[in-house]
């Protein structure tokens, strides 16, 4: 399974597919929250995430990214 760096805090399960290697599941705002914590601002961080992390595909292993809903406010505040 591939990881995204710096995000390990992040993660929430492991997800299956038929037919296709087992992946890491990330929730997307506490991604952003580590980003905000490292100093970026809350538009910094969304538009790092969009562009450098879920737009980097890597094949069948690539990892997920969940909006489970919870704001970035209550993760990193």
Same mark, same amino acid.
């Given at each position: 399974? *591939?990881?995204?760096?710096? %995000? @390990?805090?992040? +993660? +929430?399960?492991?997800? /299956?597919?038929?037919?296709? #290697? @087992? %992946?890491?599941?990330?929730?997307? @705002?506490?991604?952003?929250?580590? *980003? +905000? &914590? /490292?100093?970026?601002?809350?538009?910094?961080? *969304?538009?790092?995430?969009? %562009?450098?992390?879920?737009?980097?595909?890597?094949? @069948? /292993?690539? #990892?997920?990214? &969940? $909006?489970?809903?919870?704001?970035?406010?209550?993760?990193? $505040?």
């Amino acid at each position: 399974m *591939l990881k995204a760096d710096g %995000f @390990d805090s992040a +993660i +929430i399960g492991v997800g /299956q597919r038929c037919g296709s #290697p @087992d %992946f890491i599941v990330y929730d997307y @705002d506490k991604c952003v929250a580590v *980003l +905000i &914590l /490292q100093g970026m601002s809350d538009t910094e961080a *969304l538009e790092y995430m969009e %562009f450098n992390v879920v737009g980097a595909y890597m094949g @069948d /292993q690539t #990892p997920v990214f &969940l $909006h489970t809903g919870e704001s970035i406010y209550e993760v990193s $505040h």
